[in-house]
């Protein structure tokens, strides 16, 4: 009679715990969809980002520079051989979130990834501005850095060297960046800022890694297949553009 009674406390007790660990579960996942729980996520990250070294943003930055510089070779060299414009197009746009998954998984960061999420503790504490701006200015150089080993490297092995078809791509794609008049570009910049905003929410909202990934793919690709404006990534296919014989030089774009 003892050992059943004991049995029945220990059923008892382990079936209390696994309700209250079913309750916990619930509750997390009930707070994680939660708009408010993004956002206090989106200050920690921000606090955390604002709080690292220079030589850690430096290097983060130049990592997410080549990151990037490199989904934009690996979408040329699948694209630019399809005769067919609107094909070319999309399959280049598949392509090019590549380098924003190295990106992710890495955790370094891009300029442009560093507005909302930064943003937010600045405007809570004072003081905070200046590490804001200290964290944009050497996210921006690293980034740049990034492109210029690329491009260096581009320029000693010749275009040849990043895949058969990339030339054609490059020259295509930076002529039509580069006659596009101020107004467009400024509107296409725009929009690039909100889908990349968009994106640095839609990360923190979801848990599951490959729902990261994907998220970052719908916005990459929104980006691509718009042709819109990105400042690193555009920057990166303009030069290399130049570099590959597009009748215009680097000082052009800048």
């Not at 059943?4 to 079936?15: F, G, T």
């Not at 895949?163 to 054609?168: E, S, W, Y």
């Not at 725009?190 to 905003?197: D, K, N, P, S």
């Amino acid at each position: 009679k003892k050992i059943l009674l004991q049995i029945a406390e220990d059923e008892k007790y382990h079936e209390n715990r696994f309700s209250v660990m079913l309750a916990a579960i619930k509750n997390r996942e009930d707070k994680e969809g939660d708009p408010l729980y993004v956002f206090e996520k989106t200050v920690d990250e921000g606090k955390k980002r604002l709080s690292r070294s220079a030589l850690e943003l430096l290097f983060s930055g130049i990592i997410g520079g080549i990151s990037v510089t490199l989904g934009a070779l690996a979408s040329a060299a699948a694209s630019g051989g399809i005769a067919n414009q609107q094909i070319s197009l999309i399959v280049a746009s598949v392509i090019l979130p590549l380098g924003f998954f190295i990106l992710k998984l890495t955790n370094t960061d891009l300029f442009t990834a560093n507005f909302l999420i930064p943003i937010t503790p600045s405007l809570e504490r004072d003081g905070e501005i200046s590490k804001l701006l200290r964290l944009w200015t050497i996210t921006y150089i690293g980034n740049f850095l990034g492109v210029a080993i690329i491009l260096a490297l581009i320029a000693i092995g010749g275009i040849a060297s990043v895949g058969i078809f990339a030339k054609a791509h490059f020259i295509e794609l930076a002529d039509y960046k580069m006659h596009r008049s101020i107004i467009a570009t400024v509107i296409s910049a725009i929009f690039a800022g909100m889908l990349m905003t968009l994106m640095t929410w839609l990360v923190l909202a979801v848990k599951d890694r490959v729902a990261k990934l994907i998220a970052i793919w719908i916005i990459i690709f929104m980006i691509g297949i718009g042709s819109l404006t990105h400042v690193v990534l555009s920057s990166a296919e303009v030069f290399i553009g130049a570099i590959a014989g597009a009748p215009f030089n680097m000082i052009d774009w800048v």
